[in-house]
C-alpha cells in the first residue's frame, strides 16, 4: 500500500518543510479521555509521527458519549492500547508508545520528558495535573494544557489563553489556588484550552462504571458532550502543529 498521499492535503497548507518539521517532533499526551483521545486523533491525521500516549484507565460505558476508544466493543479494554491501534491503522508508520499508567510525583522521572519537543496535559486528578504543569514548564519542551471541558455545552465559546490568564473556569482557579498555597507557579508561560461557559447538572449523576478511576467515585461526576471535548481535543492538536509552522 503506498502512502505517500497520507498528507498531501496537509503539506498543500502548510509546505513540504513544515511536514518534514511535523514528523520530526516528539509529542508525550497525558490523558486520552474526552479531551486527549481526539487530540491524539488530530496529531497523527496532521503528520506526527512520534506519540506516546500516557493514561491508566480502561474504556467504561460511561465514556462512550464523548471519548474516541470508546465502543460497546472496547469496554474493559485500555484506552491508550485502543488508541495504539487505531493510529497505527490511520499511519502505520507513526510510533506510537503506549504507557497505561497514572502520572504523579512519584513516578515523574520515568517519563522522560527532556526527551520531548511538547508535553500536553489532559488529565483530571487536581494534584497530579498540577505537579505534571509544574515539572513540564522545566523540561524546556513546549507545554499546552487543557482545561475543564465538563458542564459545558456550545463549543463556541472555546478559547486559548496563557494559564494565569484563564477566566471564568473553575480547574484553572483551583490550580492557581493550589499552586500558590504551594508557593509556586509554574516556571514557564503556557497556553490553555478553556471555557467560561458554566452549565449545571441538570439529570441524574450515574454511577462511575468499571474501569474509572478511585478519584472520579471521590468527586463529583459532571455532564459532557463530545461536540465540546473533542473541539477541546483539537484545539491542542492544532496549537501544536502551529507552534511546529510557525516556527519554520
Known amino acids: ?13 502548510i509546505g513540504s518543510e513544515a511536514m518534514v518539521a511535523v514528523a520530526s517532533k516528539r509529542v508525550i499526551l497525558f490523558g486520552v479521555g474526552g479531551v486527549g483521545s481526539w487530540c491524539a486523533e488530530g496529531l497523527i491525521r496532521s503528520g506526527i509521527l512520534q506519540l506516546t500516549l500516557v493514561d491508566p484507565d480502561r474504556v467504561a460505558a460511561t465514556n462512550i458519549n464523548r471519548q474516541l476508544p470508546a465502543t460497546t466493543a472496547t469496554l474493559g479494554e485500555l484506552k491508550v492500547e ?8 490511520i499511519n502505520p508508520q ?10 504523579s510525583a512519584d513516578n515523574t522521572d520515568s517519563f522522560h520528558l527532556e526527551q520531548y519537543d511538547y508535553i500536553i496535559d489532559a488529565i483530571d486528578s487536581l494534584s497530579h495535573k498540577a505537579h505534571l504543569l ?8 513546549i507545554l499546552f494544557s487543557s482545561m475543564g471541558a465538563a458542564l459545558k455545552m456550545d463549543p463556541q465559546q472555546i478559547r486559548v489563553a496563557e494559564f494565569r490568564k484563564v477566566r471564568g473556569c473553575r480547574l484553572a482557579a483551583a490550580l492557581r489556588k493550589l499552586m500558590r498555597k504551594g508557593g509556586e507557579m509554574p516556571h514557564q508561560p503556557f497556553l490553555c484550552v478553556y471555557s467560561e461557559e458554566l452549565q449545571e447538572n441538570r439529570g441524574r449523576t ?4 468499571a474501569g474509572e478511576r478511585e478519584s472520579f467515585r471521590k468527586s463529583q461526576t ?3 458532550l463530545v461536540q465540546v471535548t473533542a473541539v477541546f481535543g483539537f484545539t491542542l492538536a492544532g496549537l501544536v502543529i502551529q507552534d511546529i509552522v510557525n516556527r519554520i
Open 134 to 141: 509544574h515539572t513540564a514548564a522545566r523540561s524546556g519542551a
Open 206 to 209: 450515574a454511577l462511575p462504571q
Open 82 to 89: 485502543v488508541m495504539k491501534r487505531r493510529l497505527e491503522e
Open 1 to 13: 500500500m503506498e502512502y505517500d498521499n497520507l498528507f498531501a492535503r496537509t503539506e498543500l497548507l
Open 94 to 103: 507513526a510510533v506510537i508508545t503506549a504507557i497505561p499508567e497514572i502520572y
Open 222 to 224: 459532571n455532564g459532557s
